[in-house]
Nanobody
Framework: QVQLVESGGGLVQAGGSLRLSCAASGRTFSRYGMGWFRQAPGKEREFVSSISWNAASLGYADFVRGRFTISRDNAKNTVSLQMNSLEPEDTAVYYC?????????????????WGQGTQVTVSS
């Protein structure tokens, strides 16, 4: 079993920045991929970004448009999402997810464990 805990969400004005972090604990595999997804009220969960074990492969949704950067620290079992130039449309609950596969993926069904989510609210 793997536990994921997100942090770093909050309220920010449009154009501002937030940094989300996700800490993984428990029986993690030696190499695993991580991803970020988000879900806005009344909408389906959507892919935001993903990263392979060695960070050699990264994935971003089109709407990121260079504003977000994903990174990881394997020594600490953490993954981060730096979000800049935030827009009201970015308002959502952000979830980190863990996959036993060592590859980045935008498909939520390939992820095995999910965090509880952290709220990001961007005011206009």
């Amino acid at each position: 079993q793997v536990q994921l805990v997100e942090s770093g969400g909050g309220l920010v004005q449009a154009g501002g920045s937030l940094r989300l972090s996700c800490a993984a604990s428990g029986r993690t595999f030696s190499r695993y991929g991580m991803g970020w997804f988000r879900q806005a009220p009344g909408k389906e969960r959507e892919f935001v970004s993903s990263i392979s074990w060695n960070a050699a492969s990264l994935g971003y949704a089109d709407f990121v448009r260079g504003r977000f950067t994903i990174s990881r620290d394997n020594a600490k079992n953490t993954v981060s999402l730096q979000m800049n130039s935030l827009e009201p449309e970015d308002t959502a609950v952000y979830y980190c997810a863990y996959t036993k596969l060592n590859l980045p993926s935008s498909r939520p069904n390939l992820y095995d464990y999910w965090g509880q989510g952290t709220q990001v609210t961007v005011s206009s």
